[in-house]
C-alpha cells in the first residue's frame, strides 16, 4: 500500500467534486462513502485507488498497486481531481460576467472533475445520452457486471470488477444486453473499435479542434459527447457542450431558456475557461432542483 498526497491551489470544493463523482459511481467499480474509491487497471495489472480530503491543502490517494505504475496512477488521479487548476485566475475570468460572477463567489474552488480513462468516459457518456445520471449509471453498471473483468486483488467493499476494455466491447450486443436502443449500442461499439485503431484517441493534451472532429467522425457521437470528452477526458478548459439542458435551464433568469445559438455567443466572454462555467452552472442547476 502506498500513500501519496495530491497537492492543490486552493481553495478546493471537495464537496461538490465528491458529489459529482458519488452521483455517477458505478457498482462494482467505484465507492464512494466516506471518500472516493475505484478499482483501476495498469498495464493488465489490477490495484484500487481511494482518495480523502485532508489538511494542509491536499488530498490523501491510498493506493493498493504495483510500485511500478505509481507515476502514472498519481498522474490520472491528479487529472480526475482536477489538481492543477488555478482558482484565482478562473475565478477573475469568469467573475466578469454579472450572471456567474455570484456562483462564483458561492463555489470559489469549483473544479472540472476529470475521467479516470478516456474511454471508460466515452462510452459512459453515449450512455447517458437521452437519459438522466441515475440511469446512465445503472447501465454502466449492467455493462460491468456483463463484460467487465473480475478484480484479480485483494478484495475491498463494492470493488468487484474493472471497467471492460475495448476489445471486450466491440465485439458484444451491447444493445441487447442493456436493454437499450440499437443505435446507441451500436455507438458504443464504434467508440470501442475506433480506440482499437487509434490508440491515441482520448491523449490529454490534443489540439481541441482535432479531437472533437475525431471524435465526432466516430457513428453516434455528436458534438455533445465530443465536449462532454474534452472537458473531462482531454483536460480542456475551454470545452463546452452547447446545447446541453442543464446548461440553458441554469442560464434561465425569467423571461426564458437561451437557445444554444445565444448560448455560445454569451459563453465567448467565458474563454479560456468555458468548462469551468458549465460546472458552475451545472452545480447551481442541481442544487435548485434538488428537494427542499
Known amino acids: 500500500m502506498h500513500a501519496v498526497d495530491l497537492s492543490y491551489r486552493p481553495p478546493y470544493d471537495w464537496a461538490a467534486i465528491h458529489g459529482?463523482?458519488?452521483?455517477?459511481?458505478?457498482?462494482?467499480?467505484?465507492?464512494?462513502?466516506?471518500?472516493?474509491?475505484?478499482t483501476v487497471a495498469i498495464d493488465g495489472r489490477h490495484g484500487t485507488v481511494a482518495v480523502a480530503l485532508e489538511a494542509g491543502d491536499r488530498l490523501r490517494a491510498t493506493i493498493r498497486a504495483d510500485a511500478a505504475a505509481l507515476p502514472e496512477i498519481v498522474a490520472r488521479l491528479r487529472r480526475v481531481f482536477d489538481c492543477a487548476a488555478d482558482p484565482a485566475a478562473i475565478g477573475a475570468g469568469l467573475a466578469r460576467d454579472p450572471g456567474l460572477a455570484p456562483l462564483v463567489a458561492a463555489r470559489p474552488g469549483l473544479r472540472v472533475p476529470g475521467a479516470w480513462c478516456g474511454f471508460e468516459l466515452g462510452v459512459r457518456a453515449i450512455l447517458g445520452q437521452q437519459v438522466s445520471v441515475a440511469a446512465a449509471t445503472r447501465l454502466a453498471g449492467r455493462l460491468v457486471a456483463a463484460l467487465g473483468t473480475p478484480f484479480a486483488?485483494?478484495?475491498q467493499p463494492g470493488l468487484t470488477h474493472v471497467f471492460p476494455?475495448?476489445?471486450?466491447i466491440a465485439s458484444a450486443d451491447i444493445a441487447g444486453l442493456l436493454g437499450m436502443p440499437r443505435a446507441r449500442g451500436?455507438?458504443?461499439r464504434a467508440l470501442a473499435a475506433a480506440s482499437l485503431a487509434e490508440p491515441d484517441l482520448f491523449?490529454?493534451?490534443?489540439?481541441?479542434?482535432?479531437?472533437?472532429?475525431?471524435?465526432?467522425?466516430?457513428?453516434?457521437?455528436?458534438?455533445?459527447t465530443a465536449q462532454y470528452v474534452a472537458m473531462r477526458a482531454l483536460r480542456d478548459a475551454?470545452?463546452?457542450?452547447?446545447?446541453?439542458?442543464?446548461?440553458m435551464r441554469a442560464l434561465d433568469a425569467g423571461p426564458g431558456r437561451p437557445s444554444p445559438a445565444q448560448l455560445l455567443a454569451r459563453a465567448e466572454a467565458w474563454r479560456p475557461w468555458r468548462a469551468y462555467a458549465a460546472m458552475h452552472l451545472w452545480t447551481a442547476d442541481a442544487e435548485r432542483s434538488a428537494p427542499a
Request: avoid cysteine.
Open 186 to 188: 451500436a455507438a458504443i
Open 153 to 155: 486483488g485483494a478484495a
Open 238 to 247: 475551454d470545452a463546452l457542450p452547447v446545447g446541453d439542458i442543464g446548461l
Open 165 to 168: 476494455g475495448p476489445d471486450a
Open 20 to 38: 459529482f463523482l458519488a452521483a455517477r459511481a458505478i457498482p462494482g467499480i467505484e465507492a464512494a462513502a466516506p471518500g472516493y474509491a475505484r
Open 203 to 224: 491523449a490529454p493534451g490534443q489540439d481541441p479542434a482535432t479531437a472533437a472532429a475525431r471524435l465526432t467522425a466516430i457513428r453516434g457521437i455528436g458534438p455533445w
